[in-house]
T-cell receptor, first 113, second 116 residues
Framework: DQQVKQNSPSLSVQEGRISILNCDYT??????FLWYKKYPAEGPTFLIS?????DKNEDGRFTVFLNKSAKHLSLHIVPSQPGDSAVYFC????????????FGKGTKLTVNP | GAGVSQSPRYKVTKRGQDVALRCDPI?????LYWYRQALGQGPEFLTY????????KSGLPNDRFSAERPEGSISTLTIQRTEQRDSAMYRC??????????????FGSGTQLSVL
């Protein structure tokens, strides 16, 4: 029973265009949502996060949007660059005093020059 | 180095053997986490520590798995009587402070465990 779902295994976009990565969740008790980026042969690296009490957080080219009523979040990358090509994981914190993160399966983003 | 260090990088073992995976977190980081990642999947939570205290071990699959962090720094994940289904990438992560939800986790490169 997957609590965090990334339904698109892969996404391909042109350099300079917008990349939109989507994530759905089922547990309304999640209190923080995070995005991690992973290059081959490396561990995931933190990208951006958002509290469940907010609906948008922006950091440079990266913006995360949260729609609590739909239990949906998305990561926007504008403009996309070839160096953004990586696997992106959506994660959610369980809340209730635990720091446990629940991860989705990831979406592989390819940005073509 | 300045990052989270895990050893060994690769471990091949025979079914039934015990293995110990080591994690050296970033110096000064309070919290330490263990995750397991199967091919094509996201990281799956195993357990985490604040200092030397194990806070949540709900993700450990069964009693063959245990973890310790006796001095609040280096941690060891031990798998006893390994089985083929234990084969995966085992990832350690650390964070500077006790979690505030948006606390960055710094992941190591992982230990790839193969049980034959």
């Amino acid at each position: 029973d997957q609590q965090v779902k990334q339904n698109s295994p892969s996404l391909s976009v042109q350099e300079g265009r917008i990349s939109i990565l989507n994530c759905d969740y089922t547990n309304s008790m999640f209190d923080y949502f995070l995005w991690y980026k992973k290059y081959p042969a490396e561990g995931p690296t933190f990208l951006i996060s958002i509290s469940s009490i907010k609906d948008k957080n922006e950091d440079g080219r990266f913006t995360v949007f949260l729609n609590k009523s739909a239990k949906h979040l998305s990561l926007h990358i504008v403009p996309s660059q070839p160096g953004d090509s990586a696997v992106y994981f959506c994660a959610a914190r369980s809340g209730g005093g635990s720091e446990k993160l629940v991860f989705g399966k990831g979406t592989k983003l390819t940005v073509n020059p | 180095g300045a990052g989270v260090s895990q050893s060994p990088r690769y471990k091949v073992t025979k079914r039934g053997q015990d293995v110990a995976l080591r994690c050296d977190p970033i110096s000064g980081h309070v919290s330490l986490y263990w995750y397991r990642q199967a091919l094509g999947q996201g990281p799956e939570f195993l357990t985490y520590f604040n200092y030397e205290a194990q806070q949540d071990k709900s993700g450990l699959p069964n009693d063959r798995f245990s973890a310790e962090r006796p001095e609040g720094s280096i941690s060891t994940l031990t798998i006893q009587r390994t089985e083929q289904r234990d084969s995966a990438m085992y990832r350690c992560a650390s964070s500077l402070r006790i979690g505030q939800g948006n606390e960055k986790l710094f992941f190591g490169s992982g230990t790839q465990l193969s049980v034959l």
